[in-house]
C-alpha cells in the first residue's frame, strides 16, 4: 500500500449513523431505597492502536456510560444498567470496533442481556436500522421498606450507513461492535469515518455487602486492547 493511500481524506467525514434517543425512563421516584446513578466518562479522546498499514492512524474514542443501579426483589439482588453513548473517530477499512465488558468478582446469581443484538438491524440497501426497546418491571423498595414496581423503559431508534452493529453475551460478559457490511466502502478507500455509540447492557447478580460492583473494560480496533475499569457503587 503505497504512502498516498494510505492518507485518509479527513475533510469529508462520513457520519455512519442518524438517530435519536426517544424515551429514558430509568430513574426511578425519590422515595426508592437502594438506586444510585453514576457517570463514568470511561475513555475520553482515547488513542486505540489500528492494525498494520493503518498504524499511524490509530481510532479515537470518547464512550460514556450511565449507569442505573438498583436493589431488587426484597433488596436480594442488585441489578445495573448500563447506557452506552459517546463516538468513534476511525478510518475505513476491514477492522472490526470491539467493545467488551466483564462482570468481574460480583458474586453468584448473574444475569446478562445487551440491546442491540446480532441481527438486529433492518436492512435497507446499505442502511441498517436498529431499535432499542427496553421494558422492564423492577421490585423495588421505597425508604419505608415498603415494596413496589417501576417500569424502567429505554428507546433508543438509529440508522447505520454502511455498518453492521454486532451484541453477543455469554456468562459474566458482553461483546458488542461494530463493521463494515458487505456492501459497505471497499478496501483501499481510506477516509475518516465517526460512529455514534449505541447500546444498553443490563447485568444481575445477588446483593454484595460492599455495594461495590467492578466491571472490566476492554476496546479493540484489531490491534492491541485498551482495557480500563470501573466500579459501581450502590
Known sequence: MSSETNV???????????????????TPPSKTDGFNSQTFPSYSNDSIPMPGDWAQYP????????VYAYK???QSKACIIMVHSGSIQSIIAEVRLTHTITSADNGSGAFVNHLPRTNDGQQDGQNYRYTIDFNETLNLQDKNT????????F?????????IQNGDYSGSEVVFSLRKAPLGREPGE???YSHQI???????CDLKSS?????????DAGSTPVTKSITVSL
Do not use: C, M
Not at 198 to 204: I, Y
Open 72 to 74: 431488587i426483589d426484597s
Open 155 to 163: 428507546q433508543d431508534q438509529y440508522t447505520r450507513s454502511g455498518f
Open 211 to 219: 455495594n461495590q460492583y467492578k466491571f472490566n473494560l476492554s476496546f
Open 146 to 153: 415498603n415494596p413496589f414496581e417501576y417500569n424502567a423503559v
Open 59 to 66: 481510532a479515537v474514542l470518547d464512550w460514556t456510560i450511565q
Open 190 to 192: 481510506p477516509r475518516a
Open 8 to 26: 485518509p481524506d479527513t475533510s469529508q467525514t462520513d457520519i455512519s449513523d442518524v438517530g435519536i434517543r426517544v424515551t429514558n425512563q430509568l
Open 198 to 204: 449505541h447500546g444498553l447492557t443490563e447485568f444481575k
